[in-house]
């Protein structure tokens, strides 16, 4: 059973948004810090329970100092989840009230889907799911978020109303915030072991980012267009997702190749962007001549 | 924060969650459902009456407003799974005749039924003229009586990046005497709109493409709308009445009765936003003159002589590319001027 100084210490870690790495190493050197306290009170002629009381005391209250160490690790981080996560509320409840009332549409899976992904973040940046601040799914939740919301904006800019102005302003500011917080997540505070990412690193995280981002935005452009076109989901629709599944591969392939061999890891970032400006010319920059 | 206020934020949400789905299941409404206010259908009667289509809720009605234009009455009104496509009024303007269709089609050839219905203005006694197992789109009557119209046999999309539309048409006339139908023309078009007929009933005219000598895919591309004549006993012999050379498609259209005028729609320009305007113009068959007759910058469609060829009544689309259309219904002098909008809603239902 662990000691009163050991659940005190794990409480304050678990209020910050540290990977599994960087807590241990935080939760550590609390542990140290305190057990040297401990031991100056045991000398000043404390007993060891009153002692370990004595120093848990004078550090302070464990939400207080855990929100203190948050802030100052990942400042204004905990502000946009929450600032992110309201204006989704409200833009989803506001869209799907307009499209009920001007075109008769109650979309309700959007609705569901969306209140609770940002819920999800509302409850992170309330430090109500310490079990989520993990850097991994943090972001793959801000990634549903953004898809989320790519939707939201496309009913957004469905209403037959002078107020779809508003909300598309509002959807693209919430896609925008979403995607500046997966950037951030990634090169700012991703540091296992608490060493800070090389710059090299922090190029190919936002190179596959950006690749990422293009991949996607494409494929989905495609599938749309290929929806509207045959009017049903087919199964070579998952030929689409290829681009998507190689980008993941090279991506987490160069991640592991950058530490030891940094030329190959740079060279599977070529190929990733080779893949999208082949994929952009044919299907952009070709026809233009063509037709 | 404490637990105490999580739990009433998480309260607060899913309150909030089902408050709004309750809301969607009271107020969601079926494809149906959907279509309100005027559509593009309306007829005027040679004593001045004015028929047109309306929709409420889905369900269509049809209504005829009063000589002086005061207030409409609902004479007609069907559940929301029908559509009313067209309203034609007999010669004495004592019948009046309209098509209805189921609204959703099914694919291809499937549902495709049509039921031509006959108004009697006077008693308002319905009665069912024929069906027929296609998409009837518009009637129309001769001065004679004799009742014509363009019958598609098939409704879908022939190309891909097409949407479903109406298509294999040809020209067809009820007889009266006989209740029998029989098809005057043998062409299958792809389309083919606008339906009038001549005031003795010997010939018909309807706007298509202009492609019979088209042999190829580029010839059917560079084909142009035109106004076509099709006299009912020799219906082979068909000839274009409209400006042979004209660059343009050519759209609805009107004759002016006891004149060689034609009134019809076409492009006049491309507005600042991009988006086509649609204008009525007048072309004089003698001459061959062409003059632009509305100057709306809007969708102006649909034009109809009025009673003592005087006036013109036609349609304009207040949301024209966009996703609902709105359209008004309008009246002008024979010359294009005084334009003034006919606000057909202040009705009263029977």
Not at chain 1, 17 to 26: A, G, I, P, T, V
Not at chain 1, 194 to 204: A, R, Y
Not at chain 2, 196 to 220: L, N, P, R
């Amino acid at each position: 059973m662990s000691s009163k100084m050991e659940r005190y210490v794990k409480q304050i870690v678990e209020q910050t948004e540290c990977s599994k790495d960087e807590k241990d190493d935080l939760y550590e050197e609390l542990f140290i810090h305190l057990q040297l306290s401990q031991e100056q009170f045991v000398k000043e002629g404390l007993s060891e329970p009153e002692a370990e009381e004595k120093a848990i005391e004078d550090f302070g209250q464990e939400d207080v100092i855990g929100d203190q160490l948050q802030q100052a690790m990942f400042p204004y981080r905990r502000e946009m989840l929450l600032g992110l996560s309201m204006a989704s509320i409200l833009f989803t409840i506001s869209v799907y009230l307009s499209q009920l009332i001007t075109e008769g549409d109650a979309y309700i899976p959007w609705l569901l889907i969306s209140i609770s992904i940002s819920s999800l973040l509302l409850f992170i940046s309330l430090n109500k799911l310490p079990q989520l601040n993990r850097k991994r799914w943090t972001n793959s939740i801000l990634i549903i978020h953004l898809l989320v919301y790519l939707y939201g904006w496309s009913l957004a800019s469905g209403i037959d109303h002078i107020v779809t102005v508003v909300l598309v302003l509002w959807a693209w500011l919430i896609i925008l915030l979403s995607l500046f917080l997966v950037y951030r997540t990634t090169l700012h505070d991703f540091q296992p072991n608490g060493n800070p990412l090389s710059k090299k690193v922090k190029l190919l995280h936002v190179i596959n980012m950006t690749i990422g981002i293009i991949i996607i935005g494409l494929t989905l452009f495609f599938l749309w267009a290929m929806l509207a076109f045959s009017g049903g989901i087919e199964l070579r629709m998952l030929l689409f997702g290829l681009p998507f599944v190689i980008w993941v591969v090279l991506y987490i392939a160069q991640m592991k190749l950058v530490k030891k061999n940094k030329k190959s890891a740079f060279f599977m970032t070529a190929i990733s962007i080779l893949i999208v400006l082949s994929i952009v010319f044919y299907s952009f920059i070709m026809p233009m001549f063509i037709y | 924060m404490k637990k105490k206020y999580t739990y009433i934020i998480l309260a607060g949400l899913v309150t909030i969650t089902i408050c709004l789905i309750v809301v969607g299941f009271l107020f969601n409404k079926t494809e149906n459902e959907k279509q309100n206010g005027l559509t593009e259908f309306f007829d005027v009667s040679t004593k001045g009456k004015v028929a047109f289509v309306s929709y409420t809720d889905g369900s269509p009605e049809i209504f005829i407003m009063e000589d002086d234009q005061s207030q409409s009455k609902s004479v007609v009104s069907m559940t929301n799974e029908k559509v009313i496509l067209d309203v034609a009024f007999s010669s004495d303007g004592s019948q009046l005749a309209f098509i209805s269709s189921e609204k959703e089609k099914e694919n291809e050839n499937e549902n495709l039924s049509s039921v031509v219905h006959l108004l009697n203005i006077e008693t308002k006694k319905i009665q069912e003229l024929f069906t027929e197992e296609t998409l009837i789109t518009e009637l129309e009557f001769s001065t004679d009586d004799n009742l014509f119209y363009l019958s598609a046999g098939t409704f879908e999309n022939y190309s891909p990046i097409a949407s479903e539309r109406p298509h294999d048409f040809d020209i067809h006339h009820y007889d009266f005497e006989n209740k029998s139908n029989y098809k005057i023309t043998n062409l299958k078009k792809y389309s083919m709109e606008s339906l009038k007929v001549s005031a003795d009933g010997s010939s018909v005219y309807v706007q298509m493409f202009d492609d019979a000598d088209a042999e190829t895919a580029d010839d059917i591309f560079d084909a142009h709308q035109r106004i076509f004549q099709i006299p009912v006993d020799d219906p082979a012999n068909l000839s274009v009445v409209s400006d042979k050379s004209r660059n343009e498609d050519i759209y609805d259209f009107s004759f002016v009765p006891g004149t060689n005028t034609i009134i019809y729609q076409s492009v006049a320009k491309t507005g600042s936003d991009g988006v086509f305007e649609y204008e009525l113009f007048t072309y004089n068959q003698e001459t061959n003159t062409e003059e632009q007759l509305t100057f709306l910058g809007e969708y102006v469609s649909n034009p109809v002589i009025g009673p003592e060829n005087d006036t013109l009544y036609f349609i304009v689309d207040k949301q024209f590319a966009k996703e609902d259309s709105d359209y008004k219904l309008y009246r002008s002098d024979l010359d294009g001027e005084n334009v003034t909008p006919i606000s057909v809603f202040e009705t009263k239902k029977e």
